[in-house]
């Protein structure tokens, strides 16, 4: 039995870590310790850091990481010694959608000035630098030594990853020096909502009284965990005390806050052009790192005031890379004045000011996107018994988000816990402790392997045909093991098939195992369909004759796949292991 449970939330815009001893966790679930980082600027203490990773020139070796990062690249760009240093930041968004079903170990991912790295060297430093600050803290606070095994570790992902991102991640942690059998993928609606509830009732800012720790058996509720990257919509149904399933296969898209710090960009690119503001994101670098910084915090306070106006301060340099260019007739300043934000925008030397109402535009795009994924999944009769929804991370702490979403849902009650960026973290803690709270979950995909299958003129496409010792066979037909949409349990079989080999003397038996959105994929290679692995199992002594018989198993309700093959002669076994993913 391990004695501590370690998190680590790896957020796009985000990150922290927190850790709590099993002693604690069986007194209060939600106790925990949470790491408080310092921003170096000011008084700011926060419960998570940036995700920025700073990488000395030569590629491999780690120089800071977060705060830290941002600060010293900082100081560095301030000398004009930055530029063969390596800068990473929201790197995390790399993983989501399209591009995280196709990672492998050589997928590369771009720096902030268009260097390259090994996206998994990238994720590892960044994974290792929290595992070695947690562990300093870990050591300070024992009396004793402790030792690996005495550690399990917990890493957060979204559930709304394709199954080779979450496997990404898995190996970027055991190459952050993780044993993966001490290290469980935990999802992160999931972790908040567990968080939450075990909340009592006084710690909910929302709706009076009302808190998901005492819903009665059977109560749905939605959660909307909304970050810097993604926002993912999942609903859950509280079973016995403290355990939940998953009543809708978590869903959403890339519209979370760093769509916001787009439009801010887009809304800079208006008044000074996109020229200009280019030069100065490459020229001006420091200038550009507190700018973005700068609006960072306004970000958080908009929508807290309807009047008056934002204050930022505009960079001097900025300013001269615009009236340096000889095309131009005006000045900065009037040109603000004759553009489109005349009455909205006002430069006076070098502070801007800005209407709330030209700042609360910028949240617009991405809030409409998540108001109306929200609502056509309201206008599902299945979720017409549906009592709260549950608004966790950090960009639930936005008041517009917060008063879009009331808004929009009349009559259901909007829960938001007090520390919503942290819920994940603390949540993760009581996963980590007890994996069984979550009881079912709904399959987000259909799962099959690649399967010969007898030729049929007229039906299977000629260019699929293949000569084997059993007669004409037809290749990439997708043979369908689970269907999408159905319920499955933690810890049980959900798959078990018997394959047999087709060739004589066949020495081998290998599965490529595939996932699609689509409930009834004919081949392998349709639309929406993606390989997510291979798993072989050899045969020591190959048969003279076909027909060797392999059975293949699936558990599909955890938080990962797993899959196992036996060959029924020998009982040999093989289970997925890292090479599966390729």
């Known amino acids: 039995m391990h004695v501590i449970v370690a998190a680590i939330d790896f957020g796009t815009t985000y990150s922290g870590w927190a850790f709590s001893f099993r002693t604690d966790y069986e007194k209060d679930p939600t106790k925990a310790d949470v790491k408080h980082w310092h921003s170096g600027t000011g008084t700011l203490v926060t419960t998570k850091t940036p995700t920025c990773l700073l990488v000395k020139p030569d590629g491999v070796t780690f120089q800071a990481f977060g705060y830290e990062a941002e600060n ?66 870990v050591n300070q606070r024992l009396t004793g030594i402790i030792t690996e095994t005495d550690i399990h570790w917990v890493l957060t992902v979204p559930a709304i990853w394709s199954d080779p991102a979450k496997q990404f991640m898995r190996h970027a942690a055991t190459k952050a020096g993780i044993a993966t059998e001490r290290l469980t993928i935990v999802l992160e609606p999931e972790a908040a909502s567990l968080y939450c509830r075990h909340l009592p009732v006084n710690t909910t800012v929302s709706d009076g009284s009302l808190t998901i720790s005492e819903f009665p058996t059977g109560s749905k509720y939605m959660v909307l965990d909304a970050g810097g990257g993604t926002i993912e919509i999942t609903v859950h149904e509280v079973q016995s005390q403290y355990t939940l399933r ?58 807290t005031q309807s009047e008056g106006n934002v ?16 095309e131009r007739k005006m000045s900065i300043k009037d040109t603000i004045v004759a553009s489109k934000y005349g009455k909205t925008v006002e430069l006076k030397r070098d502070k801007l000011k800005i209407s709330h109402s030209t700042v609360d535009k910028l949240f617009e795009v991405s809030i409409q996107q998540i108001v109306m994924h929200v609502q056509k999944l309201m206008n599902d009769e299945r979720m017409a018994d549906i009592k709260a929804v549950l608004m966790v991370g950090g960009y639930s702490e936005s008041p517009l988000l917060q008063r879009a979403i009331k808004s929009a849902l009349p009559g259901i009650h909007i829960l938001i816990p007090q520390e919503a960026s942290s819920a994940v973290l603390r949540g993760a803690l ?66 078990k098939r018997e394959y047999c080999t087709v ?41 003279d004759l076909p027909g060797r018989k392999v059975n293949l198993t699936m558990l599909l309700g955890g938080t990962e796949i797993i899959v196992e093959l036996e060959d029924e002669k020998t009982g040999n076994k093989v289970i997925n292991t890292a090479e599966f993913w390729g």
């Open 72 to 137: 010293q690249y900082m100081e560095l760009a301030d000398k004009d010694e930055h530029k063969n240093y390596y800068y990473f930041r929201r790197f995390k968004m790399l993983l989501f959608g399209a591009l995280g079903k196709h990672l492998t170990k050589k997928t590369k991912v771009m720096d902030e000035m268009g260097k390259e790295l090994l996206a998994v060297d990238v994720f590892a430093m960044s994974i290792k630098f929290m595992v070695d600050d947690l562990m300093v803290v």
């Open 246 to 303: 998953e009543v809708r296969a978590a869903n959403g898209g890339d519209w979370g806050g760093i769509m916001v710090d787009k439009a801010f960009e887009n809304f800079l690119c208006d008044l000074v052009g996109e020229t200009v503001f280019d030069t100065f994101k490459h020229l001006e670098t420091v200038d550009w790192l507190h700018l973005s910084r700068e609006f960072e915090f306004k970000k958080q306070a908009a929508g």
């Open 311 to 326: 204050i930022m301060h505009f960079p001097v340099s900025l300013t001269d890379l615009f009236e340096t260019d000889k």
């Open 430 to 495: 009581i996963f980590g402790h007890n994996p069984m709270t979550i009881t079912e979950r709904v399959l987000k995909y259909t799962y099959g392997i690649d399967k010969y299958k007898p030729f049929v003129k007229g039906k299977h496409q000629k260019s699929k045909r293949r000569i084997t010792d059993v007669g004409d066979r037809c290749n990439d037909i997708f043979d369908k093991l689970i269907e999408k949409g159905l319920r499955v349990k933690p810890g049980e079989t959900q798959v």
């Open 503 to 543: 060739y004589k003397k066949q020495t081998s038996m290998c599965f490529c195992i595939f996932s699609s959105e689509e409930k009834n994929p004919t081949y392998v290679d349709d639309k929406g369909c993606t390989k997510i692995g291979t798993i072989r199992i050899k045969f020591e002594e190959p048969d």
